[in-house]
Nanobody, 126 residues
C-alpha cells in the first residue's frame, strides 16, 4: 500500500484546512486509517482514526470537536477536516494504514499501523 498525503499549508489561528490521503490497493476498504502528527522536538502523536465502518471514528482529546475524519472507499481516500485551528496544531501530519481492523485499545498507537505516507506540513500562525 502506498499513501500520498496532501493539503497542508499555512493558516491563521481559527482557520480551517482539509488534509487528504490517497491510498493504493484494491482492499483499501478493509483498512484501518489513521492520522498522526509530529511537532518539532516532540514525539509523533495520534490525531484521529477510522475503521472499516465509516461510523467508527476516534479522536485525540486535543482535537475532538474540531477535527473530522472521513473516508471514501470508492475513491480510496481518507480526509481530515480541521476546523478552529490553533498554533499548537502546527506539525507534520502523517496518514497511516493497517490492513487489520485495529482493536480499539491499539488504535491510537503508531506501532499498530504498517503503512505510512510521507507527511504534509500544517502551520498555524497566531
Amino acid at each position: 500500500v502506498q499513501l500520498q498525503a496532501s493539503g497542508g499549508g499555512l493558516v491563521q489561528a481559527g482557520g480551517s484546512l482539509r488534509l487528504s490521503c490517497a491510498a493504493s490497493g484494491r482492499t483499501y476498504g478493509r483498512y484501518t486509517m489513521g492520522w498522526f502528527r509530529q511537532a518539532p522536538g516532540k514525539e509523533r502523536e495520534f490525531v484521529a482514526a477510522i475503521r472499516r465502518s465509516v461510523d467508527s471514528t476516534y479522536y485525540a482529546d486535543s482535537v475532538k470537536g474540531r477535527f473530522t475524519i472521513s473516508r471514501d472507499n470508492a475513491k480510496n481516500t481518507v480526509t481530515l477536516l480541521m476546523n478552529s485551528l490553533k498554533p499548537e496544531d502546527t506539525a507534520v501530519y502523517y496518514c497511516a494504514a493497517d490492513p487489520q481492523n485495529v482493536i480499539l485499545t491499539a488504535i491510537r498507537l503508531a506501532a499498530s499501523y504498517d503503512y505510512w505516507g510521507q507527511g504534509t506540513l500544517v502551520t498555524v500562525s497566531s
